[in-house]
């Protein structure tokens, strides 16, 4: 499996964006780019993902490096429900497992 | 529309006995994957479930088993229990060939 490589931890201040980076500069073409989250005590949470072009939605924007061996995802305002792990996961295109890595844990500050 | 629920949240057991955890997917979801998190760790992928068939499988020993029924649920067996399998099993649901999973709040197993 392509491996990820992420910061252990993050702080952050409320209503202000928080970048989270990923390295992966062994991913192949037809790897996607997941990101999931995972609240104290609740499982995994689907945040976004993408194959080579930027991404946003609802909960956050992905933006992916022009050679694919980074990714940031970028959380525009933080709030206290934002504080998780966050992981940043390769999936191969034919591949239906999740291969999650200790992630990033993300404290945000009042 | 009830998300992913599973059964039961807590359960404790000693070495050597077998365990059954229960997952019903999220409504319209035909696949079932299970995963296991230790504490402080990432979950690690057990196996997934379609169509009542193990598709894919993750690198865990055959005391590892599951069963996905007509109804989409599934079931994960695990047997001869051992203290590291003390840990937050994870039931996720998704429809084939797309790409989200949908995780439930999982099951604390603690094996004594």
């Known amino acids: 499996d392509a491996k990820t490589t992420q910061p252990n931890s993050m702080e952050s201040n409320e209503e202000e964006p928080v970048h989270l980076p990923c390295n992966h500069s062994?991913?192949?073409?037809?790897?996607?780019i997941h990101w999931y989250r995972q609240l104290p005590s609740q499982g995994p949470e689907y945040v976004i993902h993408?194959?080579?072009s930027n991404v946003n939605n609802r909960m956050a924007s992905l933006a992916i490096a022009e050679d694919r061996k980074s990714s940031t995802l970028i959380l525009h305002r933080a709030t206290l429900r934002d504080a998780a792990v966050y992981y940043c996961?390769?999936?191969?295109?034919?591949?239906?497992?999740?291969?999650f890595g200790a992630g990033t844990t993300v404290t945000v500050r009042a | 529309d009830a998300g992913v629920t599973q059964s039961p949240t807590h359960l404790i057991k000693t070495r050597g006995q077998q365990v059954t955890l229960r997952c019903s997917p999220k409504?319209?979801?035909?696949?079932v994957s299970w995963y296991q998190q230790a504490l402080g760790q990432g979950p690690q992928f057990i196996f997934q479930?379609?169509?009542?068939?193990?598709?894919q499988r993750g690198n865990f020993p055959d005391r590892f088993s599951g069963h996905q029924f007509p109804n989409y649920s599934s079931e994960l067996n695990v047997n001869a229990l051992l203290l590291g399998d003390s840990a937050l099993y994870l039931c996720?649901?998704?429809?084939?060939?797309?790409?989200?999973?949908?995780f439930g709040p999982g099951t604390r197993l603690t094996v004594l």
């Open positions: 996720a649901s998704s429809r084939l060939r797309t790409d989200t999973q949908y």
């Open positions: 996961i390769l999936r191969p295109m034919n591949d239906y497992k999740l291969s």
């Open positions: 993408g194959l080579t």
């Open positions: 062994t991913i192949s073409g037809t790897d996607y």
């Open positions: 409504s319209g979801h035909d696949t």
């Open positions: 479930y379609y169509e009542e068939e193990e598709r």
